[in-house]
């Protein structure tokens, strides 16, 4: 039971349902939250479809010239997947580096469940979502439309969300206090003021792995409206932040 709690917390931070509604949902996929959460983004992704202008439904896309474009990057010898050397070239090609958010971006659209890692089925359905069939055409959907939906504050949660489970090593339930820091920085660095400031706490007095829990309760702490700076005290609230969580 405080497994299948874990799922409908996660499921919740990610999609901002109620606990009812994510329970049915994981009900229905057998408590796997990322089958749950890929269903959920692939219907989503058929409405904005739905919705787009018709000139940009008319868009036609090559699912051959997708996998001709995932074939340029796959590994020699694993079948059907993108690898470290394979993502760095695709990341000279879309002109990004591995530390910067359009990474982020782009690994999110295209269904990578391991940092710099491709698996073909979910590379083919993030090209075809966002009808690109060309390297080309990826570069500039980046740089437009998933900026774009990032801008969004519903995007830019849901990225957010993402960036906990991608920034985990294998096996681990929580993100170790360096990827942590990394990713707070790629992430809300212009959107909060004293993120250095807790960084510096979590370094100097944490200095534990970041559960998600953590990551999700700092977001809610950080995107308060109205923070008054000048009555803020971080010396004392970072403590009383990290006990209300562990």
């Given at each position: 039971?405080?497994?299948?709690?874990?799922?409908i917390?996660?499921?919740?931070?990610?999609?901002?349902?109620?606990?009812?509604?994510?329970?049915?949902i994981?009900e229905?996929?057998?408590?796997?939250?990322?089958?749950?959460?890929?269903?959920?983004?692939?219907?989503?992704?058929?409405?904005?479809?739905?919705q787009?202008?018709?000139?940009?439904?008319?868009?036609?896309?090559s699912?051959?010239?997708?996998?001709?474009?995932?074939?340029?990057?796959?590994?020699?010898?694993?079948?059907?997947?993108?690898?470290i050397d394979?993502t760095m070239?695709l990341?000279?090609?879309?002109?990004?580096?591995p530390t910067?958010?359009?990474?982020?971006?782009?690994?999110?659209?295209?269904?990578?469940?391991?940092?710099?890692?491709?698996?073909?089925?979910?590379?083919?359905?993030?090209?075809?979502?966002?009808?690109?069939?060309?390297?080309?055409?990826?570069?500039?959907?980046?740089?437009?439309?998933?900026?774009?939906?990032?801008?969004?504050?519903?995007?830019?949660?849901?990225?957010?969300?993402?960036?906990?489970?991608?920034?985990?090593q294998?096996?681990?339930?929580?993100?170790?206090?360096?990827?942590?820091?990394?990713?707070?920085r790629l992430?809300?660095?212009?959107?909060f003021?004293?993120?250095?400031?807790?960084?510096r706490?979590?370094?100097?007095?944490?200095?534990?792995?970041?559960s998600r829990?953590?990551?999700?309760?700092?977001?809610?702490?950080a995107?308060?409206?109205?923070?008054?700076?000048?009555?803020?005290?971080?010396?004392?609230?970072?403590?009383?932040?990290i006990?209300?969580?562990?």
């Open positions: 039971m405080a497994n299948e709690s874990e799922k917390r996660q499921l919740r931070n990610v999609l901002n349902l109620s606990e009812s509604e994510s329970t049915r994981l229905n996929y057998n408590w796997d939250v990322m089958t749950a959460l890929n269903h959920i983004f692939d219907q989503e992704a058929r409405q904005q479809r739905q787009q202008p018709q000139n940009l439904k008319s868009v036609k896309v699912t051959q010239n997708i996998n001709r474009l995932f074939d340029n990057y796959k590994d020699n010898k694993i079948l059907d997947l993108i690898t394979g070239r990341c000279q090609d879309l002109e990004i580096e910067q958010l359009e990474f982020l971006l782009i690994s999110y659209q295209l269904g990578s469940e391991k940092m710099g890692e491709f698996t073909r089925d979910a590379f083919t359905k993030g090209c075809v979502s966002l009808h690109v069939d060309t390297i080309e055409k990826l570069k500039q959907s980046l740089n437009t439309t998933l900026k774009q939906q990032y801008q969004k504050d519903e995007g830019f949660r849901k990225i957010y969300s993402y960036a906990f489970l991608l920034g985990r294998t096996g681990q339930k929580s993100l170790s206090l360096e990827a942590a820091t990394e990713l707070w992430l809300l660095t212009d959107r003021n004293l993120l250095e400031e807790w960084i706490f979590l370094e100097n007095k944490h200095g534990k792995a970041i829990d953590t990551w999700n309760l700092f977001l809610d702490f995107s308060q409206p109205n923070f008054d700076m000048q009555a803020y005290d971080s010396e004392g609230a970072w403590p009383i932040l006990d209300e969580i562990t």
